[in-house]
Antibody
Framework: QVQLQESGPGLVKPSQTLSLTCTVS??????????WSWIRQHPGKGLEWIGY???????YYNPSLKSRVTISVDTSKNQFSLKLSSVTAADTAVYYC???????????WGQGTLVTVSS | QSALTQPRSVSGSPGQSVTISCTGT?????????VSWYQQHPGKAPKLMIY???KRPSGVPDRFSGSKSGNTASLTISGLQAEDEADYYC????????FGGGTKLTVL
């Protein structure tokens, strides 16, 4: 059974960089066949896809966030990470990592982690 | 990319059927047979209910079904049960991925 777990600071100051890591267990990122995505949900709002990475390191970002987003992968640790720069209060959200077996569906999700942007 | 359009809320009585629509464009919903649906209970992560327009993952009851016509996809829940009360989101492949705004299902 594949499991994903987000980790990282729950509080980030405005203008700083939000950094989160997703640890995958029960399956290997480097086996290929899947994209690994970050998705966020603003409080009381809908879901927003942030971007994905493939085990090779190729990425695809949401155009609306592209200028501030970096997703990277560490296959040796079976982890992938999100960096979102120049954050504001509008980036306060629950951040999820998820597995994407291509075709744009998300079959396994992490439990989500709330990141609050505040001074 | 704009969010897909879903009704804000739908409701139905136990045993009834409800349908949730998801409208996009020819660049997303209408252009690919890659529409998925997610159920989200409060405080929980979303759960995949339908993928590739009409396929059900293992373990999802056959009361849940999906379809698509043109630029609009639909999720139908038949034989409504109390535990179906949740938020539902559609998602379409569009090169990138784009979600709908979500629909709150109330079981009366």
């Amino acid at each position: 059974q594949v499991q994903l777990q987000e980790s990282g600071p729950g509080l980030v100051k405005p203008s700083q960089t939000l950094s989160l890591t997703c640890t995958v267990s029960g399956g290997s990122i480097s086996s290929g066949g899947y994209y690994w995505s970050w998705i966020r949900q603003h409080p009381g709002k809908g879901l927003e896809w942030i971007g994905y990475i493939y085990y090779s390191g190729s990425t695809y970002y949401n155009p609306s966030l592209k200028s501030r987003v970096t997703i990277s992968v560490d296959t040796s640790k079976n982890q992938f990470s999100l960096k979102l720069s120049s954050v504001t209060a509008a980036d306060t959200a629950v951040y999820y990592c998820a597995r994407d077996p291509k075709g744009g569906r998300f079959d396994y999700w992490g439990q989500g982690t709330l990141v609050t942007v505040s001074s | 990319q704009s969010a897909l359009t879903q009704p804000r809320s739908v409701s139905g009585s136990p045993g009834q059927s409800v349908t949730i629509s998801c409208t996009g464009t020819s660049s997303d919903v209408g252009g690919y047979n890659y529409v998925s649906w997610y159920q989200q209970h409060p405080g929980k992560a979303p759960k995949l209910m339908i993928y590739d327009v009409s396929k059900r993952p293992s373990g999802v009851p056959d009361r849940f079904s999906g379809s698509k016509s043109g630029n609009t996809a639909s999720l139908t829940i038949s034989g409504l049960q109390a535990e179906d009360e949740a938020d539902y989101y559609c998602c379409s492949y569009a090169g990138s991925r784009v979600f709908g705004g979500g629909t709150k299902l109330t079981v009366l």
